[in-house]
């Protein structure tokens, strides 16, 4: 890839420059547009060599592969200002649910080369788990280099455009997961710091319970049940139901919401 535009300049944008940095695998030319002058100049802070031109999204729909970092609202307006302005070989790449291809596809007027990526935070550390749907209406042969560039955020589950729908589920867990624990393993290396510890100790300490958690529950071939049980006092015991239930009801209602 030879240049990246992003239009829209916010979370996504900054994961996924921090991704493909960090792995050192970005292009020469990157151009950025956003109303939003702080966004622009966080993004720029935090990125120098990225090109900012406002609000022109015809300018940052020039680049060789065009990401879309949008609030599903303005979707229709933001794309049919660029469509005149694509050329055939271009891809535009969606990093919203909710939006179809069919729909994204229509708006830019019937540009083929479309697809959608949920990038999820820990991309920006080459760690995602990331859903990737392609319209059919792409060539076979340009979806490769696609597939690379995105490849450099971590895993890439493609998911055939008949069963995009999935890109909402993914978005429900994977995407927004980590806002499920982050605040609880922030609170137990505070607690921990109070406690005695360093906060180097704090976090180390943390750090490496959650990674061993993690291979207990995936990977030590027991029921989960059985891993449930393995701690013999639960602080949070009487609590776990109702986590449980603000889990069930909170994702339905955004699920919802977020269904096509």
Partial sequence: MESIGFIGAGRCARILLGGIGRAGALPGNIIASDPSEPALTRLQQEYPFVRTVGADNRAAAR???VFLS???PVFETVTSEIAGSLRPEQWVVSLAPKITLARLSAWLGGHARVARFLPNAPSIVNRGHNPLAIAETAPQEARASLRTLLGHLGTVVEIPEEQQAKIEAYALTAA?????????WQELVHLAAQYGL??????????????GALTTF???GLPEDKVMDLVPVRPLAEDEETIRNI???RLA???ARMTP
């Fill in 63 to 65: 680049a060789e592969v």
């Fill in 247 to 249: 889990y069930r009801t």
């Fill in 198 to 211: 360093t906060v180097d100790q704090a976090r180390a300490a943390v750090r490496e319970m959650l990674q």
């Fill in 253 to 255: 209602t955004i699920r």
């Fill in 218 to 220: 995936f990977d030590a």
């Fill in 176 to 184: 927004m997961g980590p806002t499920y624990n982050w605040f609880q």
């Fill in 70 to 72: 949008l609030h599903p």
